[in-house]
């Protein structure tokens, strides 16, 4: 029996046990190097091979499109940095102030070494406008990267629409589909990008382990160099056992987003709705529609988001603070910034993300005890 009611899936998903069932064999008995040529290692292959295989399928890519990493960050760093070194005699790289900082702190470093880096910013509601993007100037363009969900507000961004803006521009298009991808149904030819992004401990998967989906074509510099692993585009020995777990964990989740997307968007609604008419001077950021199903960004007017975080946890509620810890203090959220809450609002804005798993009585239970707690903290 748990003694928490877990609404922090945005950080990160418990480890389904079909999961662990699948990987099991692979941390085991079929323990080998991918690489090797025995038996053994021809084992470990054969279950990364299907793995890629099934990752393909789900997303509607080819096999040889699909790169195993070590997780978001990395999927993340390789896209830029791959589209960067690749770039012929182009520098300018477009992106949003309101991606993840595996994006922002990577274009930022590529500043350094002379890339032009232009920023567009969001709607109040969170939305990023592919007009922006084009007033930023493709010519000498290399890439252009926009988010496919936003990790705090949950707003869903207009990827699709940019991919058809650009078609005929030769800029490579890169979208952080890390929250997405367990909340969303995604196939790279609609969405019609060249790279993406997920990480498997979001939806059910092992930490430590995702995918960069590089479309045939693309330009593209391996940065990881070593081994001839991935195709010689990240080196280093194959984690198959992972590989297994994200695959699984795909699959999975595709399920439950079919059997489970209305539930988890009613108990999404229940939730906001149930906060918002048990304690006073609550709001809801981002857009209420375009956002993932599970996200629940909400501020507190007049309460310290740490301290009723730290409240929540004392009543076994696990949720999020909408800012980030960064030397000791408390730092407003950029994200939160970007869409116009003051420092003081950003500090009093909790995220709580809900999944599949989360039942309708853990909700009436989390929706009374942050009543309590946000009382508490005013008197
Ligand atoms: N991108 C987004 C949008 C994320 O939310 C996260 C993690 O929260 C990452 C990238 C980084 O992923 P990972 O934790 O697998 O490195």
């Known amino acids: 029996m748990k003694d928490y009611i877990y609404l922090d899936n945005a950080s990160t998903t418990p480890l389904e046990s079909e999961v662990l069932e699948a990987m099991l064999p692979y941390l085991t008995e079929y323990f080998g190097n991918a690489n090797s040529v025995h038996s053994v290692g021809r084992r470990a292959v054969s279950g990364l091979d299907d793995a890629r295989q099934t990752v393909a399928d789900i997303i509607g890519a080819n096999f040889n499109e699909i790169y195993f990493t070590?997780?978001?960050?990395?999927?993340d760093n390789l896209a830029i940095r791959g589209a960067y070194f690749?770039?012929?005699n182009k520098s300018k790289l477009i992106t949003s102030s309101i991606e993840h900082p595996a994006v922002i702190q990577t274009a930022n470093e590529l500043k350094s070494l002379g890339a032009v880096v232009e920023t567009v910013s969001?709607?109040?509601k969170g939305i990023l406008s592919v007009n922006n993007y084009l007033e930023k100037g493709l010519d000498d363009a290399f890439l252009a990267c926009m988010m496919l969900a936003n990790n705090e507000v949950g707003t869903i961004q207009p990827v699709k629409e940019l991919s058809n803006a650009l078609k005929q521009s030769g800029v490579t298009i890169f979208t952080d589909a890390v929250q997405a991808v367990g909340s969303m149904d995604i196939n790279v030819?609609?969405?019609?990008?060249?790279?993406?992004?997920?990480?498997?401990?979001?939806f059910g998967g092992p930490k430590g382990v995702g995918v960069l989906y590089v479309k045939n074509g693309t330009k593209f510099s391996p940065q990881i160099t070593g081994g001839h692993q991935e195709r010689s585009r990240?080196?280093?020995?194959s984690n198959v056992a992972g590989a297994v777990g994200l695959?699984?964990?795909?699959k999975l989740s595709r399920k439950k987003l079919k059997e489970k997307a209305d539930y988890l968007l009613d108990l999404r609604n229940y939730f906001i709705d149930g906060v918002m008419s048990n304690v006073q001077g609550v709001t809801l950021n981002g857009d209420r529609n375009l956002r993932l199903l599970g996200n629940a960004n909400l501020t507190f007017s007049g309460v310290d988001g740490e301290a009723l975080l730290y409240a929540l946890d004392l009543k076994g509620v696990c949720a999020s603070l909408?800012?980030?810890c960064s030397s000791g203090t408390i730092e407003p959220s950029y994200v939160l910034k970007e869409i116009g809450l003051s420092d003081i609002d950003a500090k009093s804005t909790v995220r709580f993300s809900l999944s599949y798993n989360t039942t309708r009585e853990e909700i009436d239970t989390a929706i009374n005890i942050i009543a309590d707690c946000v009382k508490n903290i005013k008197n």
Not at 70 to 75: A, I, N, R
Not at 189 to 202: I, N, Q, R, Y
Not at 247 to 250: C, G, I, N, P, V
Request: aromatic letters at 2%; zero cysteines; hydrophobic letters at 30%.
């Open 234 to 237: 990240r080196g280093g020995t």
């Open 247 to 250: 695959a699984t964990a795909l």
């Open 322 to 324: 909408g800012s980030a």
């Open 122 to 124: 969001p709607n109040a």
């Open 86 to 88: 690749a770039r012929g």
């Open 189 to 202: 030819k609609e969405l019609g990008v060249d790279m993406l992004s997920f990480s498997a401990h979001k």
């Open 70 to 75: 070590s997780g978001g960050t990395e999927s």
